[in-house]
């Protein structure tokens, strides 16, 4: 069978074709990009989830069993929180290292650099970059969640509106403040094309990290339903299982693992969304113009 010719990004191209190219980009692409994923996000978030996972746990079992002392409460919640909060600082440094990762992949690959990059060469591009992602990541969040207080519909148009702002930055070097107007440039004209577009790809990311999500919630629900209804039956406190605080702790660092695994489905759509854009707005007027020299 004839191997499908190199995905070129510079191309317009319709809502279908958009998430078909998605998938055949990764395809010829997963090898440089998920190793360097697996090296240097995956053993962050299998610690991180870990610990993340063993605190919720401990915070389930202490709503199941309620202290009438405060001293003993904020002792325990505190004890949580020593654990919880580290955790999630450091599934967000992951997910900024990720985020720069996929993206300095996508300029090298735009560059013709990217035959036989590795990991420690990713590295390189990326780490320079992850202030700039941090912050046009934090930008977009605080603004998406600006728009949640104000109501649904806000939330969805800047949700959409932003959504090309890592891209922007990956490959102009736009900078957190100049990506957000950049993308809200490439967006303005197309708004409901790409609102679909982030909403099927969003679907078809949500999906896939359920299948992970929904098992650990149907164990995790009929567990505490359980221990619920013995103790109101026996008299007395609900205690979980001895083994629950480990399944959640190695639940939860599955799920984070594919969250990040199944993040490039979402960069690499959206990424080919700004290129399609690219050269509906602005390569095809220029081609417009060199025509108009060259017949004067």
């Known amino acids: 069978m004839q191997n499908a010719a190199p995905v070129q990004l510079r191309q317009v191209r319709d809502f279908g074709q958009l998430i078909s190219t998605t998938f055949t980009f990764l395809k010829q692409n997963w090898r440089p990009l998920f190793r360097a994923i697996g090296t240097l996000c995956l053993p962050i978030a299998l610690v991180a989830g870990f610990f993340a996972g063993n605190s919720m746990a401990a915070m389930q079992q202490m709503n199941m069993t309620p202290s009438g002392d405060p001293t003993e409460v904020f002792s325990r919640l505190g004890r949580t929180m020593v654990t919880l909060i580290p955790a999630y600082l450091l599934l967000a440094f992951t997910f900024v290292l990720l985020v720069a990762l996929v993206h300095e992949y996508l300029r090298a690959y735009d560059k013709g650099e990217h035959i036989g990059i590795t990991t420690g060469e990713l590295w390189k591009r990326a780490w320079p970059q992850l202030g700039s992602y941090f912050g046009l990541s934090l930008l977009s969040g605080l603004l998406a969640i600006v728009g949640v207080v104000l109501c649904f519909l806000p939330f969805f148009y800047v949700w959409t509106v932003l959504s090309l702002v890592a891209i922007c930055h990956a490959i102009e070097r736009s900078g957190g403040a100049g990506s957000l107007g950049r993308s809200n440039e490439l967006v303005r004209g197309d708004f409901w094309p790409t609102l679909g577009l982030v909403l099927v790809i ?34 007395e406190p609900a205690q979980l299982p001895t083994w629950f605080n480990m399944f959640m702790s190695i639940a939860t660092a599955v799920q984070w693992c594919v969250m990040m695994l199944s993040y490039p489905i979402v960069a690499v759509c959206l990424g080919l969304k700004y290129f399609s854009r690219i050269e509906e707005k602005e390569a095809r007027t220029l081609r417009e113009k060199i025509q108009g020299f060259e017949q004067a």
């Open 202 to 235: 969003g679907i078809i990311n949500a999906v896939i990290n359920y299948v992970v999500q929904i098992p650990v919630f149907i164990v995790t629900f009929s567990y505490t339903m359980n221990s619920t209804m013995q103790a109101l039956q026996g008299g």
